[in-house]
């Protein structure tokens, strides 16, 4: 009788034979596109209120979730189907001081970072998940997402989640508050933070933003702005007028590193922290993404149709050792 390691045998030997000549070389990693809409988290100028995780809820229109018993208070203490952004702390010892690794304390936004070549997207069977080419925003369409959860497992920050009381199969993220800009409203986390730890705008903005911070003395006086930075829209967009919101404060002691300029290929949601960032819950990535790598294994498999001819040479290797012959047959 024909056995696993048979099938194996012989789609393996199907697979040398047809996969012969074809080099798999991965694929350039895709950028932010020029038209990039994103945000600026600066933890130094956090200061935990988390008036931005209730303006996250009111704009998508998500229900409260309780880690208390009294069920008073939404208290979420993690993303998940109905939250989308959260502000979660870091400590140390005596946490005597904000922003500082040891007998510290430090917060850290966790939202979609809007990857320039995001996993999620690669992953998604039926295009559910899809990048705006203009403005970059990840979108999510529930009407195609067949609630497979491929988009889960591929995140690398373990950000889309899925509504496991929904009848038909939901994943909750943050797109930016895209369905508020027809209105000339932006991402509500950003129009309501009291201090501007949360600024949006155009990518390239506030990557200049961000390196004008760090170039800065710590401790130094220096101007922040708040809401949004610059005019920047999606096309047919106009932003409602807002007065200027920026004001005075000391320059933080940062880390010298911009998180999402180059992680992952890059992010259009940037952050900046006076805390490494590992230690912030942001994971170390490499300066490429894991979608062009593994589209290139895919498209090597199945655009060269190795995979499918591996896999019938292998089920007719085990046919053919199944069928025993007729009595009358010649040996
Ligand atoms: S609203 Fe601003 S200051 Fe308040 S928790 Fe959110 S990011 Fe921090
Ligand atoms: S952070 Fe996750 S969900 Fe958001 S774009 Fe990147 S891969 Fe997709
Ligand atoms: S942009 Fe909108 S959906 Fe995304 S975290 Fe901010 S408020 Fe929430």
Redesign the pocket.
Same mark, same amino acid.
């Given at each position: 009788m024909a056995t696993r390691r048979d099938f194996l045998k012989g789609a393996l030997a199907a697979g040398t034979l047809f996969g012969a000549g074809q080099t798999a070389q991965a694929r350039e990693t895709h950028h932010v596109p020029e038209g990039a809409l994103g945000l600026l988290y600066d933890a130094t100028l956090c200061v935990g209120c988390k008036a931005c995780v209730a303006a996250c809820k009111a704009a998508n229109g998500n229900p409260p979730e309780f880690s208390t018993v009294d069920h008073l208070w939404d208290t979420p203490l993690d993303t998940s189907g109905y939250t989308f952004n959260i502000i979660k702390m870091y400590r140390n010892g005596t946490m005597e001081t904000k922003d500082s690794e040891i007998n510290g304390y430090a917060f850290m936004k966790t939202s979609?970072?809007?990857?320039a070549d $995001?996993?999620?997207?690669s992953a998604c069977p039926v295009s559910a998940?899809t !990048?705006d080419p203009v403005t970059g925003i990840?979108k999510y369409d529930p009407n195609k997402c067949i609630g497979c959860r491929y988009?889960v497992a591929?995140?690398?920050?373990?950000? $889309?989640k899925y509504q496991y009381d929904s009848p038909t199969g939901r994943i909750g !993220?943050?797109e930016l508050c895209r369905h508020r800009h027809k209105d000339g409203h932006y991402s509500a986390c950003a129009e309501v933070c009291p201090t501007g730890a949360t600024l949006f705008g155009k990518t390239s903005d506030l990557l200049a933003e961000a390196k004008r911070r760090l170039s800065l003395k710590p401790g130094s006086i220096t101007t922040f702005p708040r809401g949004r930075l610059g005019e920047a829209a999606a096309p047919g967009v106009t932003w409602l007028p807002e007065p200027d919101q920026s004001y005075e404060g000391p320059v933080g002691h940062y880390q010298q590193h911009i998180y999402g300029e180059k992680e992952?290929g890059g992010?259009q949601v940037l952050k900046l922290s006076a805390v490494p960032f590992e230690k912030v819950g942001m994971p170390k990535l490499p300066p490429y993404s894991s979608a062009a790598t593994s589209e290139t294994i895919q498209h090597t498999l199945y655009g060269g149709l190795v995979m499918p001819i591996a896999v019938l040479a292998g089920l007719t290797f085990v046919a053919k050792r199944n069928v025993k012959p007729d009595e009358g047959d010649e040996q």
């Open positions: 979609c970072m809007h990857c $995001p996993s999620c997207v998940m !990048k990840v988009c591929a995140c690398p920050f373990g950000i $889309p !993220k943050c992952y992010t």
